[in-house]
C-alpha cells in the first residue's frame, strides 16, 4: 500500500490534480481519503453558529479520526468516511465505505500540519498556486457550488483564508517530496506522479 498526502492552499487544484492522477489508475486500485470529511461534527451548534467556524485552523479538523481511519487501511480493513455538506457546515449524516486498495491518496489543505498523519505518507506532494490565482477560483467555485456569495467569500478570505493560509499552510511546504506548480494546468507533473506511484508499487510487490 502506497499512501500519498496531498496539500496546498484553498483553490490551488488539489481536487483536480487528484482526479488527474486518478483518471488512469484502475478503479479498484486507488481510494481517495478528503480531508473536508473530517471536519468536527458541529450537530450541536445552530446553522448561523456553524458559519462562524473558522474552518481554515487545524483545530477544525478531526486529525484523530482521520489517523483511525488511516491505520485501518493500513490493517486490511475498511472504514466508515463521513459525507460533508459545504452547505450546512457539517456532516450530513451519511458515509462512504472506504476499502484498503494498493494507492491511498489524502488530500487537504491542512494534512501535512499533523506530524502523526505525515509520518504515514510514502509521497507528500504540495501543490501551489498564487494566492490571486486561488482567490478567483475559490470565488468562482464556492458562488457556483458551495452556496457562498461574494460578500461572502470575500470576508472570509481577509478573516480567516489568508492569515491561516500564511501561520499553517504554506509553512508545511517545507515538509513537502514534490510541489507541483498550479497556476496553470500542469500535465507534466502529472504525468511523472503517475510515473513515481507506478514505479513505487512495482517496489511493493
Ligand atoms: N491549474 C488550473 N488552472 C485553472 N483553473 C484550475 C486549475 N486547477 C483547478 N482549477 C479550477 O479551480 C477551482 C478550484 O480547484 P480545486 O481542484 O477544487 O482546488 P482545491 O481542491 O485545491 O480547493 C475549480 O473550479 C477548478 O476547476
Ligand atoms: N463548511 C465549510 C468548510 C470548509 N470551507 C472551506 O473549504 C476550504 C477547504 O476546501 P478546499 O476544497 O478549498 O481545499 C477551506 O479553505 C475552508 O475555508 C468552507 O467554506 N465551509
Redesign the pocket.
Given at each position: 500500500m502506497l499512501i500519498i498526502g496531498i496539500a496546498g492552499g484553498?483553490?490551488c487544484g488539489?481536487?483536480t490534480v487528484v482526479d488527474q492522477i486518478v483518471s488512469e489508475l484502475p478503479e479498484d486500485e486507488v481510494c481517495i481519503i478528503s480531508q473536508?470529511s473530517y471536519?468536527h461534527d458541529t450537530s450541536h451548534l445552530t446553522l448561523d453558529e456553524?458559519t462562524k467556524?473558522n474552518?481554515?485552523h487545524p483545530q477544525a479538523i478531526d486529525f484523530e479520526l482521520l489517523v483511525s481511519h488511516l491505520k485501518e487501511l493500513r490493517a486490511g480493513n475498511s472504514f466508515e468516511q463521513p459525507v460533508?455538506s459545504?452547505i450546512e457546515?457539517n456532516r450530513t449524516g451519511e458515509t462512504i465505505t472506504t476499502y484498503p486498495k494498493k494507492v491511498i491518496i489524502v488530500e487537504?489543505?491542512l494534512i501535512l500540519s499533523d506530524p502523526v498523519i505525515r509520518d504515514m505518507f510514502d509521497i507528500k506532494i504540495f501543490v501551489h498556486a498564487d494566492s490571486d490565482e486561488r482567490l478567483i477560483r475559490?470565488l468562482k467555485r464556492?458562488i457556483a457550488t458551495?452556496g457562498?456569495d461574494l460578500e461572502e467569500v470575500l470576508n472570509?478570505y481577509q478573516t480567516?483564508?489568508k492569515p491561516m493560509h500564511q501561520q499553517f499552510i504554506e509553512p508545511t511546504k517545507e515538509y513537502a517530496d514534490i510541489i507541483i506548480p498550479t497556476n496553470k494546468y500542469n500535465t507534466v507533473a502529472v504525468e511523472v506522479i503517475r510515473s513515481i506511484i507506478d514505479h513505487k508499487i512495482r517496489l511493493k510487490e
Open positions: 484553498t483553490g488539489k481536487t473536508d471536519y456553524r467556524i474552518f481554515d460533508y459545504f457546515h487537504g489543505i475559490r464556492d458551495r457562498r472570509r480567516t483564508l
